[in-house]
Structure formats: C-alpha cells, structure tokens
C-alpha cells in the first residue's frame, strides 16, 4: 500500500521537518556540490536547479548532467519550469522517487523565460497555472509547491496566491518583487506583499528577497510572519548565510576552498564551478587582479581534476593572509554599516553583492548618469568574460537543437535575493 501524500503544515512538518531556511533554485548554481555546502551551513531544505520539464522528460542525457543526489540530500525539493500539463506530469514523475516535493517556477523573470514562455511570464495565465498545478496534484505521490512574484497590488497577489492555492499547491514561496525587477532595476523586494498573502493563505508561505546577512531571516521571519525564509544571492555570495555560529561572515577562501573540497568528490560541471568562485570571491578578487585573470582562465583537467583550480586558490591564500597579517581586522572593517546600512567588512571575507542604484533623473545628474553607465558596463564586460570563460570550460561543439537550448538555459541569471 502506496503512503498517505501529506499536505499543507503536515507536510511542511513531517516531510520537511518545519524548516526556517530553504536554498533557493538557481539555475547552474543550486547544483548538488553547492547543496552539499548550504546544508553544513543551516540550509533547512534545498531546491534543486531549475529544470526545463520538456528536455527534462525527452533527454536521459539532460537528467543525467543536471539533476544528481542521493540520500543524505533531503528534505530536497525538485524544480521545473513548464508550459504544458502533461509534459510537466512527465517530468515530475521522473523525480517523484527522489525528492520530497516538487516545485513549478512561475518566478523566473529573465528574456529566456519569456521567449521560451515560461517562468512569470505565465502570470497572466491562470488557467494553465491551475491546470498545471492540479494536475501534479492529483498524480504525483509526492506533494506539488510553487513559487511565484508579485502583481503591482497586494489585492491581485493576494488572488494569484489563492487561485494557486485552490488548485493544489501544498506550500508558496512569494518573491517579493515584480517581474520587472531584475538587473539593475532589482530593487528592494516588499515585504509587505509577502505578509498580506501569507495572512490569507492556509498552507504554508515562504518569504524570498533581502537577505543580505544571517540576521535578515529571523528579521524577516518576524515581519512578515512567514513559516520559512529562502535566499539565492545572499548564499551564493556567503554560502554560511543560513549559519547562526558566526559573528562575522567566514573567509571567502576558506568557503571557496571547501566548496572545491566538495567537486572533488561530486562530480560537478566546470561551469558550475567557477561561477560558484567567482561569487563567493567576488570581494577578494578585485584586490588581487592578477589571480581574477587566473580564476578565469583555469580548467578543469582532462580526468576531470581540479588542480588549476586548486593551484589559484593555494596562491590566493598565500596573498590574503599575508594581508590580514600586515592589516589586521580593525572595528573599522568588522562589519560597521554605511548611511544605507550596508555593513563594511574586510575584503576578505564573505559579504552580498550590491547593485549600483539607478541615478535619479532630476535634469542635473548628466555626471552621474555616465559614472553609473560606465560601471554597468564594466560590470556586464566582467560578466561576459566570466561566461566567456565557463563556455571554454565546456569544451563546446555544435549541438542538436535541444542541447543548445538547455546550454541556453543554463545562462539564467539568479532570481535575486
């Protein structure tokens, strides 16, 4: 005789043992290494990248490259993004053994889930979303979440979030921003939003935006009284985020060299790889530019070994240390906040990446529109030269249609925060 599926706040706390911290889906980011990792550091419950349900289901060459784990790696929930019923109930059923949940992505706000009409840009849609959302439901063994942003008013959230309810979703994650909100019009995401549907819901609701540091999920726990909080940049930036056990955020080295520890052991894509490096060095590398240009040039080796990696880390300790020994670690870099209460840490360690604000348009901001313009394009010149790198990485070749079109969804950005 088959389980009894749990729903609702069973569910949440049988299955998923009343997590307070999930780690966010990211595409080519929330792989199982990185799992590995959030969880030593107080993830609750993890998600898995997201996956596209129709090459998911069509290709044993795509499921094995992206979707790996094995039996520590639970409370785990699986993602897809869809826009078919039945080619989402493929997918899903292809997890169902391996997972505790499985979740349908209506948050993605990129131009690749437009033009493959998935993700938010399905928000309009209710009637696929229902149908969708019911239909895994009512087949799969395990539990169906869903994960959604806002509308511009908290009355057509509120709705959304009840019409998802109505058709079966078992747990919501509210990213508390609206389509629009991406880049460098990210943003501040609205709590307030995220309180008013958790107050009209009846299952649990999880919290997505501003966690910057470890003390933003109890802050917004309290808020919005959300029965859980998930992150995807604040991990990715500080992979102990979720950790109550530190003052200060950890030595970036120490994190990136742990994190590399874990590939040693789980195989992991090499794109992967040095994305993960580049975020968790992100403070550290502009102050040893000569090993950004090593990191961005490292591969792994034909066996798979990490040693280039391995070298530019070992080299990069060598200059950190030696500048921790001649600085110190003064009140004055131990993480005292700025007028816009961002907290000031010594380059070395872990801290959340800050996107420039937008320059008012006042008529007489001409200087700093073109200083913003010039460090937006600094910054989308590093991001190219990173992806240019990771595509070398992959050793490419030309593809049949549906592997460039998982390459091309591997280049999703994270959905913020």
């Known amino acids: 005789m088959a389980p009894v599926k749990l729903e609702g706040y069973e569910f949440f706390n049988k299955t998923l043992k009343a997590p307070k911290t999930i780690l966010a889906p ?15 550091y107080g993830a609750d419950v993890c998600v898995t990248p997201m996956f596209h349900a129709r090459l ?46 499985v979740d349908l992505n209506l948050g993605c706000p990129q131009h ?27 087949e799969l063994a395990v539990p169906v979440t869903v994960k959604i942003r806002c509308f511009p008013t908290v009355e057509k959230t509120i709705e959304y979030a009840k019409m998802i309810e109505a058709a079966g979703a078992q747990m919501l994650t509210v990213h508390g921003r609206l389509r629009e909100q991406k880049g460098h019009n990210t943003g501040i995401a609205d709590w307030d939003k995220i309180k008013a549907v958790k107050e009209a819901l009846s299952i649990p609701v999880v919290a997505n935006g501003n966690i910057l540091y470890h003390d933003d999920i109890q802050r917004c726990l309290d808020y919005t009284g959300v029965d859980a909080v998930m992150t995807a940049e604040g991990s990715l930036y500080n992979p102990a985020i979720f950790s109550k056990d530190h003052k200060f955020p950890p030595l970036a080295i120490d994190m990136a060299q742990e994190y590399l520890d ?32 090593r990191l961005g040039q490292a591969r792994l080796g034909k066996d798979g070994s990490l040693d280039e990696y391995e070298q530019v880390l070992a080299e ?39 996107r420039p604000k937008l320059p008012e348009d006042n008529g007489n ?14 910054e989308k010149a590093e991001r190219k030269r990173q992806a240019e790198a990771q595509q070398d990485e992959s050793n490419k070749k030309p593809k049949p249609e549906a592997e460039a079109e998982a390459e091309q969804a591997k280049q999703v950005t994270v959905d913020t925060n």
Request: with cysteine.
């Open 56 to 101: 998911f289901s069509e290709g044993k060459k795509y499921r094995d490259e992206q979707f790996t784990t094995n039996k520590e790696d639970r409370p785990l929930i699986v993602q897809f993004c869809a826009n078919d019923a039945d080619i989402l109930l493929k997918a899903a059923k292809l997890v169902e053994n391996d997972c505790d949940a």
């Open 365 to 378: 901001n001409t200087e700093k529109a073109k200083a913003h313009q010039a460090k937006v394009q600094q």
């Open 26 to 40: 990211m595409v080519d980011q929330s792989e199982h290494a990185w799992r590995i990792l959030s969880r030593r």
């Open 112 to 138: 690749i889930a437009k033009r493959g009409h998935y993700g938010s840009f399905l928000q309009d849609e209710w009637e696929l979303i229902a149908k969708m959302v019911s239909l895994l439901h009512k």
């Open 262 to 293: 874990i590939c040693k052991v789980e195989k992991t894509n090499g794109s992967a790889i040095k994305g993960h490096l580049f975020k968790v060095l992100h403070s550290t590398l502009p102050h040893h530019k000569e090993m950004r240009a």
């Open 316 to 354: 990069l300790r060598a200059l950190v240390l030696k500048d921790i020994e001649e600085q110190g670690e003064g009140e004055d870099v131990q993480g005292q906040p700025d007028e816009n209460g961002i907290r000031k840490y010594a380059y070395w360690r872990c801290q959340p990446y800050i």
